[in-house]
Each structure stands twice: as C-alpha cells, then as structure tokens.
C-alpha cells in the first residue's frame, strides 16, 4: 500500500506560479511511475503531466512550456507550474502506478485557484 499525500498552495493570480509537492508514505523510488492530474468543475479528470521510472516525461499540451513534472529517487513528486492561467484552476491529484503490479494510487487532491 502507498498514500499519497499533497502540498503546495492553492491561490494564484494569473501570470503567477505554484509549486505542488506529493510525499508517498514509503520508498517508491523507481519502482512507480509517476503523475499529476486534474479536474476542473464539470468536467472529466484529465491528465497533466507523467514522468517515467527512467525520467521519460509526458506534458498535456495545455501545459507544455509552461509546467515542469520532476521526482526523486526516494518518494517525492513535484509539479513546477508557472504563468498559471485561469483555465488551470482545478482540483490536482497526484498518482504513482507500480511497474510491477500496475496498481495505482493516487492523492487526497487539493484545490488550485487562479484568479484576480
């Protein structure tokens, strides 16, 4: 078993960046891909960024150029979002998946505004 948990502030102007931190209760180091979602009101939960065992990452295209996924070897994942746009507002989740048994996990979730 592996919980998830996140932190890394939830109010933004437009323009401005946050930095999203999601700590796993044990040592998952490369064993676990890893990720970040996201689901606005209304809408489905759609991917943001991915990054692999082997540091291969993926970014949605509307955030490309603008947010940065990275980890560590032990069991942090990050999400480096900058030049946030209102559009970006949303509930974030953080996800790791076992390589070994494709299980996931995932996060509590926690809200990012962007707004004036």
């Known amino acids: 078993q592996v919980q998830l948990v996140e932190s890394g502030g939830d109010l933004v102007q437009p323009g401005g960046s946050l930095r999203r931190s999601c700590a796993a209760s044990?040592?998952?180091?490369?064993?676990?891909?890893r990720g970040w979602y996201r689901q606005a009101p209304g809408k489905q939960r759609e991917l943001v960024a991915t990054?692999?065992?082997?540091?291969?990452t993926n970014h949605a295209d509307s955030v490309k150029g603008r947010f940065t996924i990275s980890r560590d070897n032990t069991k942090n994942t990050y999400l480096q979002m900058n030049s946030l746009k209102p559009e970006d507002t949303a509930v974030y989740y953080c996800?790791?998946?076992?390589?070994?048994?494709?299980?996931?996990?995932w996060g509590q979730g926690t809200q990012v505004t962007v707004s004036t």
């Open positions: 996800n790791a998946q076992s390589v070994l048994t494709m299980r996931n996990y």
């Open positions: 044990r040592m998952i180091g490369s064993t676990y891909n």
């Open positions: 990054i692999t065992t082997t540091g291969n």
